[in-house]
């Protein structure tokens, strides 16, 4: 639900006359920029990040040079770029069904050997990242392509130099994993990379499904454990330390102000 469609149930509470005090104006706001807010904020994220890549032929999948040619020798270098393929986990994975989980294509990162992780190219980041909204499930299928360029904007008239696909499980919070694969044994294509899961800022958990953001307000004052688990303020208590705390000192006896 968006910020605006949020605002619009809210004044339907209102009463008929409309009338609003500035407190009113103020929390309806407030409630709607933070609906905004979650609808927006990725939980985590997949990284992959590709290390290395090198098609010393400089073939394509079919044989054939970049150029088209089926030359001994391939003298035009081919023009390389990656599409990387997220979804749900399959046994069998069908490389032609919909990324569930991202679909991303970068530009041209060069010829025919690439030293990515010292690129620089306007477009590109490494590793690539793809943010999620949901409970992360832990396993997923991931599809890995080389494709050379032809200079036209559509993928279908590119042609394919590899592709790798990959089912796997990715712990949040884990280290990189590395992956390596070639085709065509040790003069053909050779790819490296590596990926990992991770939660964003203020989200915990297995699946990075557990959100504790800290605050000292109105509405608590506490900070958050590794866990994600409200840690009150020293003088608050309560589920979100809304509540203070008195002690006195002759007693050692402690009084909740509600």
């Known amino acids: 639900m968006r910020a605006p469609t949020v605002l619009i149930a809210l004044l339907g509470f209102l009463p008929q006359d409309r009338s609003l005090t500035v407190a009113q104006i103020i929390i309806i706001c407030d409630l709607a920029n933070i609906m905004f807010y979650f609808q927006v904020l990725s939980s985590g994220s997949f990284e992959l990040r590709i290390k290395s890549f090198t098609n010393s032929l400089g073939r394509l999948s079919s044989g054939q040079c970049c150029d088209g040619s089926n030359s001994e020798q391939c003298v035009a270098p081919c023009r390389t770029k990656f599409r990387v393929c997220l979804k749900i986990y399959q046994a069998n994975i069908d490389t032609t069904s919909p990324c569930t989980f991202g679909d991303i294509t970068t530009p ?7 030293d990515v992780p010292n690129l620089n190219v306007e477009g ?6 793809f943010p999620f909204d949901f409970t992360w499930p832990g396993t997923f299928s991931l599809i890995v392509e080389a494709w050379h360029d032809t200079n036209d904007t559509s993928r279908s008239d590119d042609t394919l130099i590899a592709r790798m696909t990959k089912q796997s499980i990715a712990d949040v ?3 990189w994993n590395d992956e390596e694969q070639r ?15 991770t939660c964003s800022p203020h989200y915990y958990g297995p699946g990075c499904e557990v959100l504790c953001r800290p605050r000292d307000d109105s509405f608590g004052h506490y900070t958050c454990s590794s866990t994600g688990e409200i840690v009150c303020k020293p003088g608050w208590t309560g589920d979100y330390c809304s509540k203070r705390t008195y002690y006195i000192k ?6 909740n102000y509600n």
């Open 173 to 175: 919070g884990g280290p």
């Open 108 to 114: 041209v990162l060069g010829g025919n050997s690439l």
């Open 250 to 255: 002759q007693s050692q006896s402690t009084f």
């Open 183 to 197: 085709w065509g044994g040790m003069s053909g294509v050779h790819l490296k990379l590596s990926y990992r899961v």
């Open 124 to 129: 590109f980041t490494n590793p690539i990242v």
